[in-house]
């Protein structure tokens, strides 16, 4: 395989803010494999909370070049298993490159990959449309800007939670599900479960900060709505720990290292009956496209990182209000609409 490495700058239609941060432009990089003339693609964004950078990313992708360039791409599960060990502590360049291995095996096969996985998608979860914090009537226009979608996810966080949550429910009948990523103390969880059980909330995501483990525990026993692992669930070994302290799991590709742990996740949730959800980053189309593979596999999915964007660089799968809409294409779908800066 020849490996390539771009660099993009994602710019989002509006500022996208959570309970840690703001953003205009997300940082992304996309890893290129290319086998008989056929080319494959995945993704990794750069994450301040996780340490990530375009240096680190670049550098640890690097760092694998001569294990892929001497091998042919087979079962992509077995590249894993040679790169997972020296990206131990790289899981989002990981990511990225079995992301990408996926979709070029999906392509070289000429099947899409979740048909390759013995996956039909006649019945799948829709996509929830995510609301960044801001003002209330800010938030209000930003739902009424995605009207008609079948769930929205809110983020919180801010000191007036419930009352924004009161007022985008006079907007619509739509599903709600809200994420404090990290910003609620046990008590104001409880108490807020409380006040948003009525008001249409499915779940909540990660309301504690991810090391609070006891606390955890006292939430999921008080708790009117069930909790999800989003910040306290990053890698496989991590699905084990939340039994008993969540209801269910959120897996993002990034955080775990790609297709392939994220699978035994899903397999490992099933067996201790955890719900499993799969999230994004704010990405391209090349991360969703990915994601889509797994939509038989799950309960639930936030997976509208490239409806975000301001403008993408990639084709794939789309969103119709949360549907998920397949390419008549293998692999994971994904086309590259344009070069980005070449870091590799
Ligand atoms: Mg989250």
Not at 17 to 42: A, N, W
Not at 85 to 107: I, N, T, V, Y
Not at 118 to 125: A, E, I, N, R
């Amino acid at each position: 395989m020849q490996l390539r490495l771009w660099h993009y700058d994602l710019p989002l239609k509006h500022t996208f803010t959570i309970s840690r941060e703001s953003i205009d432009v997300q940082p992304t990089v996309i890893v290129e494999l290319e086998q008989d003339g056929v080319r494959g693609y995945g993704e990794a964004t750069t994450n301040p909370y996780y340490g990530v950078t375009l240096e680190s990313l670049t550098e640890a992708i690097g760092s694998c070049r001569d294990i892929l360039e001497k091998s042919a791409l087979g079962d992509p599960v077995e590249l894993y298993e040679q790169l997972a060990e020296p990206l131990d502590s790289h899981r989002f360049a990981l990511c990225a490159l079995d992301q990408a291995a996926h979709d070029l095996w999906g392509k070289l096969q000429g099947k899409p990959v979740y048909q390759l996985w013995g996956l039909s998608t006649d019945h799948t979860p829709v996509s929830n449309y995510t609301i960044g914090i801001d003002s209330v009537e800010t938030m209000v226009s930003k739902l009424n800007e995605f009207a008609g979608w079948p769930i929205y996810k809110i983020k919180l966080g801010t000191g007036q939670d419930v009352e924004i949550v009161e007022r985008l429910r006079r907007e619509t009948d739509a599903v709600f599900r809200v994420d404090a990523n990290c910003g609620w103390s046990a008590e104001e969880t409880v108490d807020n479960s409380r006040a948003l059980a009525p008001l249409g909330v499915e779940f909540i995501e990660q309301p504690l900060p991810a090391t609070e483990w006891e606390a955890m525990r006292q939430v999921r026993r008080e708790s009117k709505l069930p909790v999800v692992a989003d910040e306290s669930c990053q890698r496989e070994e991590d699905v084990a720990c939340c039994d008993g302290f969540f209801h269910g799991i959120n897996i993002k590709l990034v955080k775990c290292g790609g297709l392939t742990p994220a699978r035994r996740m899903i397999a490992a949730a099933r067996t201790r009956g955890l719900s499993v959800m799969v999230g994004c980053m704010t990405e391209s189309s090349v991360g969703i496209s990915a994601i889509a593979q797994l939509l038989p596999l799950l309960d639930a999915v936030d997976m509208d990182g490239a409806v975000l964007l301001a403008k993408d660089v990639a084709s794939g799968v789309t969103l119709d209000r949360g549907v998920c809409r397949y390419p008549d294409r293998p692999g994971c779908g994904i086309e590259l609409m344009e070069e980005g800066r070449r870091l590799l």
